[in-house]
């Protein structure tokens, strides 16, 4: 149905919105793109202070005069015959369920909340440079939960062993938490293109499910 004209088109990410206007997930172009040819969702667009809902015609629409007088303003695919631009955010048509209450507990969130930094050197580092150590080593009984898992590089690793931080004379660089909210979601709020999501993540209770 629909190609990518730049690769970074297809690569971004929406928020998605309840039928209440509540956020519940974010998800790549693609699926937004879906929902909205199905009509299962509308394109929640802010313009001058303001939000404005479009059906996908309507959105291919306004897309074709937004490519004309502001092409920089947004990230675009195109289809055969006209471009459309990406929408930052969509509002499911019959979807009335709440956002998730908790951050789910998994490896991509863990590095997010600990900003890619090893926890007892302070450096960052690159994804694959990183590993997940238990704060009390699972042999002393340690569990793998948000207060016990941190990011930690090789070195550091290799240098704690199978120790606690006070038994390798380490020490962790702050307390280890649970996030109330997606740490991710920080990380998208501080590019431009994702400005328009903050009015529905300022509630600290809310937590965006990724894809």
Not at 162 to 171: E, F, K, L, S, V
Not at 197 to 203: E, I, P, S
Request: aromatic share 12%.
């Amino acid at each position: 149905m629909i190609a990518a004209e730049f690769k970074s088109g297809l690569d971004c990410n929406v928020l998605v919105l309840n039928r209440h206007y509540m956020a519940i997930r974010i998800v790549g172009a693609k699926r937004a793109f879906s929902l909205l040819f199905r009509q299962l969702a509308e394109v929640v667009s802010f313009e001058q202070g303001a939000y404005s809902a479009y059906d996908f015609q309507s959105w291919c629409e306004v897309s074709e005069l937004r490519r004309h007088f502001e092409p920089d303003g947004h990230d675009w695919v195109s289809t055969v015959n006209f471009h459309v631009a990406v929408p930052r955010i969509i509002r499911l048509l019959f979807y009335d369920r709440l956002p998730r209450s908790e951050v789910k507990f998994n490896r991509r969130n863990i590095f997010a909340r600990d900003k890619n930094s090893c926890q007892y050197c302070g450096k960052r580092y690159p994804t694959s440079e990183l590993s997940l150590d238990h704060v009390i080593p699972r042999s002393m009984g340690g569990k793998s939960l948000w207060g016990n898992i941190v990011c930690a590089c090789v070195k550091c690793n290799v240098k704690k062993g199978g120790r606690t931080p006070g038994q390798a004379g380490m020490m962790l660089i702050q307390k280890v938490v649970r996030p109330k909210r997606n740490p991710l979601v920080h990380i998208h709020l501080g590019h431009q293109r994702y400005h328009s999501w903050k009015q529905f993540l300022d509630h600290a209770y809310w937590s965006v499910e990724l894809k």
